[in-house]
């Protein structure tokens, strides 16, 4: 039996990452078992207290909370390698790329923002739903959200751009048009999953460099 694929989907608010994460599961758990996973995951300490900070209950350094985000995929790591090792394919609803993303749309350095997530496991894909801005405001207002405002979107959309040509990981990255109708864009997203599904079958799970 091969290892699990671990799935990542990124993307700007409002790109429908919910909906898409849900309709994936669905699809691969009829071959395979198929398990979802969210960050931040809100219900540990660490997610309780990122969980305060998103809803503005309380403030936190930039660098602080950074670091708490990343704190909480670490306290998931193990147990996401034990269930890829179980032969589960994980589709995560962001991961590290938001982590980074997030954080330098607010100005801290790069390479500062990437190393407290080296070591992780590393994506067999990373899924990005693009949205222009024109194509999100059609789709209603943001949340409520700490990060809920355009011009933080904006310039979260740049950071990804960024991101996506960081050559220790580019060959992971699949974009997929997001302002397609949701039945397109699923199968874009399933004809990208298959590419890390592939990757598992012949590959040993990598980590973040
Ligand atoms: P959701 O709306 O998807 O719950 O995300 N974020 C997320 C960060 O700033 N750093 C991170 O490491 C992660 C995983 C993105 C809540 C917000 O948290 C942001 C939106």
Redesign the pocket.
Known sequence: MSRGALVVVEGL?RAG??TQCDRLVARLSTSTTTKLR???D?TTPIGIM?DSY?RSNSDLDDNA??LL??A??WEASSAIKAELENGTTLVV????Y??????RAKGLDAAWCRNPDVGLPRPDVVIFLDISEEATAGRGGY?E????KKEMQRK?RQAFKELRQDERDAEDWVVVDAGQSVEEVEEDIWRAAQKGIERAKTEDLRTIL
Do not use: C, Q
Request: cysteine-free.
């Open positions: 608010d990452k919910t969210k960050f931040p809100r990122i998103l909370i950074h985000f990343s909480n995929r609803d962001r991961y590290i938001s982590g980074i993303a997030f954080s949340g959200e700490r990060y809920e979260v």
